[in-house]
């Protein structure tokens, strides 16, 4: 029979009756053959599934390069797709096809390849395009190809050498048109373009010699026209060069300072292609004269008088404005005095006078009010107002129009005119309290009125003190102190709100008595003067009470001849100080778990080394002496094992853990002469004969349990934690201490 054929049972009696037939189709023999191994396409670093075909229906597991596995079932034309994520190249995957009778096929393996390349290259870097240019050059990917898009659309390509390095050949490139300039690479990802616009061809021909406007003397600038777009360049008489640019039009302007008549400057312009001008020269003129004299002094004018006087710029024209508006003139002379023939003044008229020079340029007038004739009264005595420390003008009422004049303490005079009401303000600086100044008022006929003198007062207090220095305080002190403005009350407000305060003394030293001050809480700090003015607060952080307790005794580890570091155990944040053979010292910090390494050289076998912490509050420890021991021991080999000794820590002794300890190690080995514990468990055994032994932690301790309790220390009450100390220590035995942790066993051999 086949699979799928139908066979038809019947049962007959004796009597002949024969039943209804039952129909069986023949089911599929047991399948017990395993599918085809999987066919994997390839895969690649980053790839999200693992793709492929297997036998339809069965189930398709992947085990990644972690050991983990994914699984799909394989559709009806044997295609599958299993979900990964992470894969790297140079990883390896398995992928088996499992069948619906639980048949496994062999598995696949496959390499994870390189990604796909899908990062176009950087635009390619094109050097200038001039018309004419048979080739397109520049930079591009090693290896991409580049292509030239020309300007009538036709392609021309290249492939950019190890370097990087391309030469697009082209022809007939006419200047002002572009050409488009892409890489790309072996994936064919195409860079952005780079676009080119061709360049005049070169250009050979120097610009005409720049045309140069006159040059003067103190000009801020050499002007005048050059070839469009130039660089024009100035050289200046002492040989610094500077330039600019000439504009569209062929102006330019070059900034430059200190010319002086006589001196030459020399132009020239430069073009894009580095062609130079021949030089224009040009010598620096005389300046233009665009000042003006300075006003004319006026001699006192008076009612009757037939000349107004006075000096002037030499050989400028003095103009007089009547008071009618018409004008006289005359020259001064060499001195620059001048003398303007006058008729007709009148008391209280007034006169205006100008000083034209030979450039036309006119000062400002000079305007002189006529005086009453011949007057030979003095004015009054000036009313001076109270005059302070450090006022800045002497004030007051005098004649109107007279000349104020104020003699200071040191002898220096200042001089203000009193306006039409008599009001006059002389400025004046640097008055001290108790000094004295002299105030006279001079009329337009020189006639001087008598002093006035007055004496100057103390000044206006309005400056608040400093803000007081407060001394660091710390909790339970019971004065707050400093330095303030000498005299000033000082007030201190406490954490509470409530105050208290002090004067300062002629020193300014303050103490102001305080109680129950805390670590952490703050003070604020003002000062105040006579004068009520109150200084800015000063605000101190109440600190920690002095710390006076010295650290421990650093912990140090065994020190062997030829050892680079002393290493151990002190108070954290401690500085540990090594006293070295010859006195020499090294230091080093302590960390934050209290370990310690100064590093050493040098060191022999019997030296002898002294290390001691120092904590901030500059306290000391007592020392911790150590010997350099050999590095060389030798063990014994008659040492035996003691029973083991529960501890707290095996690594950190106590000194009861290891008295107890050094009692087992006797009570095994009678004939030891000496038994040293160190702190991290390990023992150093002596023997008669001289020779020693070292016992691992592990053979002497164990960790104790609630079955098996350590014997707990007692601790002095407030003293500073740190690692305990060996009972005692040797070179022999540092040296094999050390060696036997290393190992972690027991070391035995014979001393000689």
Known sequence: MNENDEVSVTATD?????STPTTATVAKADDKTAPDAPVVNPVKAGDEAITGKAEPGSTVEVTLPGGAKKSATADQDGNFSVPVSGL??????SVTAKDASNNT???TTATVAKADDKTAPDAPVVNPVKAGDTAVTGTAEAGSTVEVTLPDGTKATATADQDGNFSVPVSGLEEGQTVSVTATDAAKNTSTPTTATVAKADDKTAPDAPVVNPVKAGDTAVTGTAEAGSTVEVTLPDGTKATATADQDGNFSVPVSGLEEGQTVSVTATDAAKNTSTPTT??????DDKT??????????KAGDTAVTGTAEAGSTVEVTLPDGTKATATADQDGNFSVPVSGLEEGQTVSVTATDAAKNTSTPTTATVAKADDKTAPDAPVVNPVKAGDEAITGKAEPGSTVEVTLPDGTKATATADQDGNFSVPVSGLEEGQTVSVTATDAAKNTSTPTTATVAKAD????????????????DTAVTGTAEAGSTVEVTLPDGTKATATADQDGNFSVPVSGLEEGQTVSVTATDAAKNTSTPTTATVAKADDK??????VVNPVKAGDEAITGKAEPGSTVEVTLPGGAKKSATAGEDGTFSIPVSGLKAGDKVTAVAKDASGNTSTPTEKTVGKGDGKDADNVKVPALTPVVDPNNLTDAEKAKVADEVKKANPTATDVEVNNDGTVVVTFADGSVAVLASEKVVKEATKESPAQEPSKKAGAKELPNTGTKQSSASLALALLAAATGGLLISKKT
């Open 14 to 18: 004796a009597a002949k009756n024969t």
């Open 461 to 476: 207090d309005k400056t608040a003190p400093d803000a007081p220095v407060v001394n660091p305080v710390k909790a339970g």
């Open 88 to 93: 790297e190249e140079g990883q390896t995957v």
């Open 105 to 107: 096929s062999t598995p």
């Open 549 to 554: 307790t010295a650290p421990d005794a650093p």
């Open 292 to 301: 003006a004299p300075d006003a004319p002094v006026v001699n006192p004018v």
């Open 282 to 287: 040009a010598t620096v003129a005389k300046a």
